[in-house]
């Protein structure tokens, strides 16, 4: 343990834990989102997020956009040309990611719930279908379960630093996006009509039932909502990470599951708070433990206990309705 | 809106009542509840030496399991005592444990990895790496250290609820391998081989090749565990558990210490869970992180699950699909995992309850999977309820 390291590493460690933290609240919103409508953890959201993740992968490839250019440079874009392909991926990836939240839900939840079946059959079966989704990627892929690299398309450069840390330009695309898909979900869910249905399935799904809104719809569109973010959440990533296995989600979803209940899961701000929490937290205990980026995890998860310990249902509680969003 | 307003006007006429649909439900449980009463009826008409045999011959079969090697059963392309003594029997000491946690005190456990992982490394530590301590004493250290780890984790956190229960204990699973993956004292990534095996008994020893015996030290193992737990679950303990699992607060309101038995559920779990750690430990001659991944906790999740949570002998059969089924097909390949899931998502639509669920008391509890209620859901498209509002009977 030294505290060299992390005081010298602070800055750059806090801007980093910040961009991370935002692609974790991104994956989050889609458990808090589900967690609110349903009170089920919504296990398989990670493979939603990887499958996404896999979606920019495709995006660049239909495009044509080789790895090195013949002459050994990153195949780079600028203007117009760069806005359009990362705009193209973001819509493929998003696509992708809201299309596999709803079938998830058709094939893995709805059966249940007509059942009627306990709460951890859910998990279960969430968990069944998030096993089936990453081996599916790790057996059919074209690299199988080799690491996939995306192509370069920009040069991330160093746009100014704060306090001696770097912040580079693909650092800024994506914590602007993220605030900015998370601005756009919090003035769905607070603002529209279907936005007002899911807050009342939230309230009280039966309640909500008599008063005529079609809670199986609304469900639907809650997984949908989550499963766009978590498509946003793994184009940003992949722009700051650039690499995807099939395993990806399982390590990333972990990590967004916590942030979700150390913000208190249910509650969209509480996503937020909690995932750049978590990112922030996590770099810093790397930092501390001589960047060992497991220890980083083992921070973030004794925080989450101390968290919890003190206040049980997470930083911001879990009611999203009460809260408003 | 007229002025005079009574309530139910402008309510549609469906849905009908849940309640109703319970009590058809209510009476489908219990025409299965009636058939299965009818097999042990009839099973308990036969004389009593008659059973016993039955019982006897059922014992000696599997315990001449991997001798036997039965075809379809044995699995062509794994040695079949090997998947047996270092898969199958842990796998079921295993569930037997986490459905203590799970099943009868209802608490979700997804970081039970964990103690199996306290209890492989505690005999891994006294008894070859840095102690030299005999087998036999290995084991009650191991369970002791392993129940230790159960009580740190649940004192703090047992006042949490659910979820939020969840996500702690799956910390707390991830914990522990990340720091036997970073402490050298523990082996650090490679972790530690020549774990000590057990003495042996007459004829039966205890050898890196030959895992007939370790089946059967696990068997015997199971039995006795079962046995034990079985006693604790028809006792006082036992309705504790359930009164926790049903409500939490009504069983406080009766008066029965809820946390206090919450973390004896938790100490008995992770007891188990360390025994079976032992075990795996022994018989596989070496420990490393890798082998305590957060995945194994899901199977073992699974496995109680899928069995039936609630039911010892339903868990059984659970902790025997997930640790037998994936070796069965090997053939499949690499693919394996994925119809895997496939298959959980597949059973958990048809039998939600488990495979072999617990006996419901009464008319409480969930209602079976049978078919979908008759009438409860209203059908996309429906008339009555669809064009209107969501929420416009609020103002906004």
């Not at chain 1, 992949?238 to 989600?249: M, Q």
């Not at chain 1, 003190?310 to 009611?319: D, K």
């Not at chain 2, 649940?154 to 522990?176: C, Q």
């Not at chain 2, 029965?256 to 075990?279: C, N, Q």
Request: one cysteine or more.
């Amino acid at each position: 343990m030294t505290f060299d390291t992390f005081i010298n590493q602070f800055w750059p460690s806090t801007v980093s834990g910040l961009v991370l933290g935002s692609v974790y609240a991104l994956i989050a919103l889609g458990y808090t989102l589900v967690y609110g409508v349903l009170r089920l953890i919504n296990f398989a959201n990670s493979e939603v997020f990887m499958f996404s993740a896999f979606g920019s992968f495709l995006a660049i490839d239909m495009m044509g956009i080789p790895d090195l250019t013949a002459d050994g440079q990153y195949p780079y874009k600028t203007g117009l040309v760069l806005i359009g392909v990362l705009g193209v991926c973001l819509l493929v990836s998003m696509v992708i990611g809201g299309a596999s939240a709803v079938v998830l839900e058709r094939v893995a939840y709805r059966p249940l719930r007509k059942r009627n079946a306990p709460r951890l059959v859910f998990l279960i079966s969430a968990i069944g279908a998030s096993f089936a989704m990453s081996e599916a990627v790790g057996e059919f892929g074209a690299k199988n379960r080799e690491v996939y690299k995306l192509p370069r398309v920009f040069e991330k450069r160093k746009l100014f630093s704060i306090f001696g840390a770097d912040v580079r330009n693909d650092y800024v695309v994506v914590v602007v996006g993220s605030l900015l898909m998370m601005g756009i979900l919090v003035l769905f869910v607070n603002r529209s009509r279907t936005g007002r249905g899911i807050r009342a399935v939230a309230q009280d799904m039966d309640t909500a039932k008599l008063m005529g809104v079609n809670v199986d719809m609304i469900i639907l569109v809650t997984f949908l909502v989550g499963g766009l973010m978590a498509g946003a959440a793994a184009f940003f990533f992949e722009l700051y990470n650039g690499t995807a296995r099939y395993s990806l989600g399982f390590e990333l979803g972990v990590k967004a599951f916590t942030a979700a209940v150390l913000g208190g899961i249910g509650n969209i701000k509480g996503a937020l708070l909690g995932g750049i929490m978590l990112g922030i937290i996590e770099n810093w205990g790397t930092s501390i433990f001589q960047s060992n980026q497991k220890m980083g995890t083992v921070t973030a998860f004794v925080v989450l206990v101390l968290v919890l310990m003190l206040r049980p249902t997470g930083l911001l509680g879990e009611s999203m309705s009460r809260s408003k969003a | 809106m007229s002025d005079q307003y009574r309530p139910g006007d402008d309510l549609p006429p469906g849905p009908p009542p849940t309640a109703a649909a319970k009590l058809v439900f209510g009476e489908r449980m219990a025409a299965a509840a009636a058939s299965r009463r009818q097999f042990f009826a009839k099973w308990h008409t036969l004389p009593k030496p008659a059973r016993w045999a039955i019982g006897a011959l059922g014992m000696a079969f599997l315990y001449f399991l991997p001798v036997v090697e039965p075809p379809i059963i044995t699995t062509p392309d794994t040695n079949f005592a090997s998947l047996l003594a270092g898969s199958v029997v842990v796998y079921v000491i295993v569930a037997l444990g986490l459905n203590v946690v799970v099943g009868m005190a209802g608490l979700l456990d997804l970081g039970y990895v964990g103690f199996y992982a306290v209890g492989a490394y505690t005999v891994a530590v006294v008894g070859s790496a840095h102690a030299n301590l005999p087998w036999l004493l290995c084991l009650p250290i191991a369970v002791a250290v392993s129940m230790l780890s159960g009580v740190l984790l649940g004192a703090p956190t047992l006042r949490l609820r659910g979820d939020y229960l969840a996500i702690v204990t799956l910390g707390f699973g991830e914990i522990i391998r990340l720091l036997a993956e970073r402490f050298d004292w523990l082996g650090a990534k490679q972790g530690f081989s020549g774990i000590k095996a057990p003495p042996k008994i007459g004829p039966i020893e205890f050898g890196v090749l030959d895992s007939k015996s370790y089946y059967w030290l696990g068997l015997t193992m199971v039995v006795i565990i079962y046995i034990l737990l079985s006693r604790i679950e028809r006792s006082r303990v036992g309705r504790a558990w359930t009164a926790i699992r049903e409500d939490e607060d009504a069983a406080e309101l009766m008066g029965v210490p809820t946390f206090k038995f919450k973390l004896w559920a938790f100490a008995i779990g992770a007891g188990v869970g360390g025994m079976a750690g032992v075990l795996y430990a022994s018989k596989q001659n070496y420990v490393a992180p890798d082998s305590f991944q957060l995945k194994v906790s899901i199977l073992f999740l699974a496995a109680v699950v899928l069995g039936g949570p609630g039911n010892m002998p339903g868990v059984v059969i659970g902790a025997v699909v997930v640790s037998y089924l994936p070796e069965r097909f090997r053939f499949l390949d690499t693919s394996r995992y994925m119809w895997f899931g496939v298959a959980l998502v597949v059973m958990m639509i048809f039998r939600p309850q488990g495979l072999w669920p617990r006996r419901q008391h009464g008319r409480r509890g969930e209602p079976p999977a049978a078919d979908p209620p008759p009438f409860e859901d209203v059908k996309e498209g429906d008339p009555d309820l669809e064009g209107g509002a969501h929420g416009a009977a609020t103002p906004a």
